[in-house]
């Protein structure tokens, strides 16, 4: 079974100021993708970046990067130059020969 | 441009009341899925339809059942509600399922059973 893990149910950052967003994951399939899901207060589900677990090399989208540590089984997010639209719920989900798995969340909040 | 939609956006129900949950996708996604989403608990899979005319259990099946109508509509239907069933329902949609798939979520519905 795949299993997604968050550890940080909630967390705040100064805007402007960096903030990093852990998730560790299982899995025994060698094929999978890792994503960041955001969930702003209107509810909808917005992709933030993805991870082929094949590709040694950290994806980056503009201010969002990752730390993907494959042997560690660890996928955290980093987010630059916080802005206050940046708050809202984060979440981690796993991608394999099964639907998505996700974690339970981290909510951030960007203070000004 | 629709992507997923769900019909309807809130609802409350009555303890043993039916209802059907409708999704439609416009992007020929051959992927269906109904995730549920409770505080602290994240999104889980309650049911799922990799192509058309197939249906598999997830995570949370019990006291549901879904409809793949056609390829662009996949129906979740609750027969007798309980309170333990109120939560924000989201539907999904990708190409395939596999490894390399974004998933395209809904606006999601929130269900309150009194």
């Known amino acids: 079974a795949q299993t997604v893990t968050q550890s940080q149910p909630e967390m705040s950052v100064q805007e402007a100021e960096t903030v990093t967003l852990s998730c560790t994951y299982d899995?025994?399939?060698?094929?999978?993708?890792l994503f960041w899901y955001k969930q702003p207060p209107s509810r909808q589900m917005i992709l933030v970046i993805r991870?082929?677990?094949?590709?040694?090399q950290n994806a980056t989208e503009n201010r969002f990067s990752v730390n993907f540590q494959k042997a560690a089984k660890s996928f955290s997010l980093k987010i630059s130059d916080s802005q206050l639209g940046d708050t809202a719920m984060y979440f981690c989900?796993?991608?394999?020969?099964?639907?998505?798995?996700f974690g339970k969340g981290t909510r951030l909040s960007v203070i000004a | 441009n629709a992507g997923v939609t769900q019909t309807p956006k809130f609802q409350v129900l009555k303890t043993g009341q039916s209802m059907t949950l409708q999704c439609a996708q416009d992007?020929?996604?051959?992927?269906m899925y109904w995730y549920r989403q409770d505080p602290g608990m994240g999104l889980r899979l309650i049911y799922y339809?990799?192509?058309?005319?197939?249906?598999d259990k997830g995570e949370v099946p019990n006291g549901y059942n879904v409809s793949r109508l056609n390829k662009r509509e996949f129906s979740l239907r609750l027969e007798s509600a309980a309170p333990s069933q109120t939560s924000v329902y989201f539907c999904?949609?990708?190409?395939?399922?596999?490894?390399?798939?974004?998933?395209?979520f809904g606006q999601g519905t929130r269900l309150t059973v009194v």
């Open positions: 999904a949609s990708s190409s395939r399922q596999g490894a390399n798939t974004e998933a395209f």
């Open positions: 899995t025994s399939e060698n094929n999978y993708y």
């Open positions: 991870q082929e677990a094949y590709k040694q």
């Open positions: 989900a796993l991608s394999g020969n099964t639907p998505l798995v």
């Open positions: 992007m020929n996604h051959n992927s």
């Open positions: 339809s990799a192509s058309e005319g197939t249906t």
